[in-house]
C-alpha cells in the first residue's frame, strides 16, 4: 500500500480531532471514575489516554531515527492536565513531520528497535497507518470506559468529522 502524503495528512487531521473529542469526553467523567481501574486495556481512562499520546510520540521518535528503550506512562503525566498540555504538542510534531515528507520518504523503510530491543523495519508510509489504526483501536475503548464510568462518550466517527469539516464557517 502506498498512501499518498496527502490522504496521511487527512487521517492524521482526523487523528488529532478524534483525540480531542475523546479529551473532551474524558472531562465529563468525575475524578473517581476517571482515574479507577475498570480491568480494560491497561487499567483507567486516565492511563488509556496517556498510552494512546505516548504510543504516538514513540513512533514520532522512530519515524526520526530514534528507538527510545521505554515509552512513556501515566507516572510521566499523572494528571488530567498534563494531558491535556502535552497532547497537542505531540500532534504538532507529528504534523510537522509529515509536512516534510516526500514521497520517496514515506515509502522508505524505517529501522527501528520496540522496546525489548527487538529489530524490525516497515515503510514509513504504513508505520504511520499503524498508527491511525491504534488511535482509533483506543478510543473505542476509552468511549466504553468513559461510558462504564458515567460520562458521555465522544462521537469519533469518522463520517462524523468529515460532515464537520464541511459545515460553513
Sequence with gaps: MNPTKEHLQHMFDFVCWADNQMLAASRTVPDEGYYKDQGIS???IHKLLVHAMAAQWIWLSRWRGES???IE??????????????????HSAITDFLGTQSPKALA???????T????FALPLAELMLHVIDHATYHRGQLNTMIK???GQPGNVAFQVYLM???KPQ
Design 42 to 44: 491497561i487499567g483507567s
Design 73 to 90: 506512562s501515566h507516572e510521566d503525566y499523572p494528571t488530567r492536565d498534563s494531558v491535556m498540555l502535552r497532547w497537542p504538542l505531540v
Design 108 to 114: 522508505r523503510d524505517v529501522q527501528y528497535r520496540n
Design 68 to 70: 527510545p528503550t521505554r
Design 148 to 150: 462504564h464510568a458515567g
Design 164 to 166: 464537520q469539516k464541511r
Design 116 to 119: 525489548r530491543g527487538e529489530l
